[in-house]
């Protein structure tokens, strides 16, 4: 029954082996299930948002803050190094567009202290190609089905309303109108892979429904028709471009020379980018960690210390190991007891992360070389595991051990120096078996959710 519900409801994703044909689908893997989460820390993750939409705006604008953050970073990690590149170059051209476009999702686990009290506490802030928006705005009607045949009609009328794809398409939709062309279209800047196709239609369709034109393509794409006039306005084939929303280009494989030249392209364009190269490179791991040292914060956002509490509030420990004293230390730290925390290079997408025993190898490889700088270490959340089923197609139904991750979806428009818009527009919880150290929905190993709060 859950399963039909899935499918009707549009829960759906394409099968690994035909990634790019919607002629064979499947339902996106869920719970059985919706999970508890505890209602103070779900409204607290809701009330900080729009600090975190202005905190990621703040920092995006601050040249002097990245370049002094990410100085180490790039001497080490080719693939911020590039895309640093081009937000100088970007930066010394001058930036033809004054509206900025933010989507991002700040993700919690809830850290289970020692006399049982749980604590929100963030794992990283998505500022490029958030996803499962789209999708998850359709699985709290499956579990709402799922509750009442169970007799559970209570229990499934306190299921919360949920729509992000409304939400992103709403900021979508504001930048489109600030850039002023009726003829002009959205772009989704896609992958060669398309199997989560229909969390993105779940955006695109609301931009049709408000008459806006989108249109899909991929870097190859834009390497081979896109253009700038004189003014430096984004042409596809002829077609102009107001919107430019990258569902793709976070991870260092994607790019080849000719796609890095339409990124660059794209990003000396005029069209409006969400989200644009600085504020992909405030999302990156080595900027988490900085703004968690003391004064950061204060100096980011003056006059903001309500927001600078509420932010901080939900910081975990995170921890520089940069070649110094300081990164000494906590490199020794961690290989003498490393469950206690995580080791994160500069990638996003899961499956990136190290734990463990094996966080112990590769730092004691590279405590005494300058490699050790590329990667971030963080103190290791621990949630209180609760029992469910995770529904995968052509997986066994067995019940499992299982730990959540609560995901917030922030939008914000910045047109010059004011914020037209900044919204919370939304949430995702993804739940996975507690075996797994690492990894979301499209790496295979979480599944959607939907929160029920306690
Ligand atoms: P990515 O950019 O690859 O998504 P994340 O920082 O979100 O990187 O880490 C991927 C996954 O690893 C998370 O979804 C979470 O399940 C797990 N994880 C990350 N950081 C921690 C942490 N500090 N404690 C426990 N689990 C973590
Ligand atoms: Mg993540």
């Known amino acids: 029954v859950a399963v039909d519900a899935a499918l009707l409801a549009g829960v759906l994703m394409r099968t690994g082996e035909q990634p790019n044909a919607s002629d064979v689908v499947n339902y996106a893997p869920f719970t059985l299930l919706p999970s508890a989460v505890p209602r103070a820390l779900f409204e607290q993750a809701y009330a900080v948002q729009q600090d975190f939409n202005l905190l990621v705006d703040a920092v995006s604008q601050n040249r002097e803050f990245l370049e002094q953050t990410l100085a180490s970073t790039i001497k080490v990690d080719d693939f911020t190094a590039r895309l640093f590149r081009i937000y100088k170059q970007v930066l010394e051209e001058g930036l033809a567009q004054t509206v900025v476009l933010g989507i991002n999702r700040s ?28 999708l998850t705005s359709r699985t709290a009607d499956v579990h709402r089905l799922v509750l009442k045949v169970l ?9 919360l309303p949920n729509n992000p794809a409304k939400g992103l398409a709403l900021g979508i939709a504001k930048a489109w109108e600030l850039y002023g062309s009726q003829r002009a279209v959205v772009m989704f800047l896609v992958e060669e892979v398309q199997r989560n196709i229909f969390d993105q239609r779940c955006v695109e369709n609301e931009l049709w429904n408000r008459n806006i034109r989108v249109v899909r393509k991929r870097f190859r794409d834009v390497f081979e028709q896109g253009s700038l006039d004189a003014s430096r306005r984004l042409y596809m084939d002829g077609q102009e471009v107001a919107v430019v929303y990258y569902r793709e280009g976070y ?58 509490a509420r932010i901080r509030a939900t910081f975990a420990g995170l921890y520089s190991l940069d070649e110094g004293e300081e ?13 206690r925390f995580v080791l994160k290079p500069q990638r996003e997408g899961g499956g990136n992360n190290l734990y463990g025993e094996e966080l112990r190898e590769v730092l004691e490889k590279i405590k005494d070389s300058p490699e050790r700088t590329s990667y971030i270490l963080m103190d290791k959340i621990k949630p209180q595991p609760a029992l469910n089923y995770l529904l995968r197609a052509h997986s066994p ?13 922030g939008v914000y428009v910045r047109q010059g120096r004011e914020l037209v818009l900044n919204q919370a527009a939304g949430h995702l919880l993804r739940t996975k078996a507690i075996e797994h150290a690492d990894g979301g929905v499209a790496a295979g190993v979480a599944v959607l959710d939907t929160p029920y709060l306690v």
Request: glycine letters at 8%.
């Open 107 to 134: 993700d919690y686990m809830f850290d289970c202290g020692l006399e049982g009290t749980a604590a929100l506490r963030q794992i990283e802030i998505n500022t490029i190609a958030a996803s499962f928006g789209g």
């Open 151 to 159: 007799g559970k009609s209570e229990e499934a009328s306190q299921l």
């Open 251 to 308: 991870v260092p494989q994607v790019y080849d020379e000719q796609n890095w030249e339409a990124r660059l392209l794209l990003e000396r364009s005029r069209a409006v980018k969400c989200p644009d190269i600085a504020t992909q490179l405030a999302g990156t791991k080595k900027v988490q960690q900085e703004l968690s040292r003391q004064g950061t914060l204060e100096k980011l956002l003056p006059g903001h210390p309500e927001a600078i």
């Open 327 to 339: 990164g000494d230390r906590m490199a020794a730290t961690a290989i003498a007891d490393p469950d």
């Open 397 to 409: 139904l067995q019940v499992s051990e299982c730990i959540s991750e609560l995901g917030i979806f």
